[in-house]
């Protein structure tokens, strides 16, 4: 549905949230606290979809990097923090995109 209504960007890819983590970026998992409790990529703080704007006010010049499951509510998380103002967000899509490059 996203994509149909030309609101979907394709994620960024491993190697460039890399290069991101390297520069300080922060890691945000979207994701509700039972799934981050069963596993999360290591040093990811936890911010779910539904709190996101709000969670991390204050944080409009970090990058954040924003991931989840699927990749459904990361993009979501994406186009929240964009419209309000956070202009640094990389959409890693799904969790499991970051597990498979190692």
């Given amino acids: 549905m996203l994509r149909a209504l030309g609101r979907w960007t394709?994620?960024?890819?491993?190697?460039?949230?890399?290069?991101?983590?390297?520069q300080q970026a922060c890691?945000?998992?979207?994701?509700d606290p039972v799934?981050?409790?069963?596993?999360?990529?290591?040093g990811a703080e936890n911010v779910p979809l539904d709190h996101v704007a709000r969670g991390l006010a204050g944080r409009e010049e970090d990058c954040l990097?924003?991931?989840?499951?699927s990749g459904l509510r990361s993009q979501r998380a994406a186009q929240i923090l964009r419209r309000a103002g956070f202009r640094r967000?990389?959409?890693?899509?799904?969790?499991?995109?970051w597990r498979g490059a190692d």
Avoid: F, T, W
């Fill in 10 to 22: 394709a994620p960024a890819s491993v190697d460039e949230v890399r290069q991101r983590l390297q």
């Fill in 27 to 31: 890691m945000i998992d979207v994701r």
């Fill in 35 to 42: 799934e981050y409790a069963r596993g999360h990529i290591e």
């Fill in 65 to 69: 990097i924003v991931y989840c499951k």
């Fill in 89 to 97: 967000v990389v959409n890693l899509g799904a969790m499991a995109r």
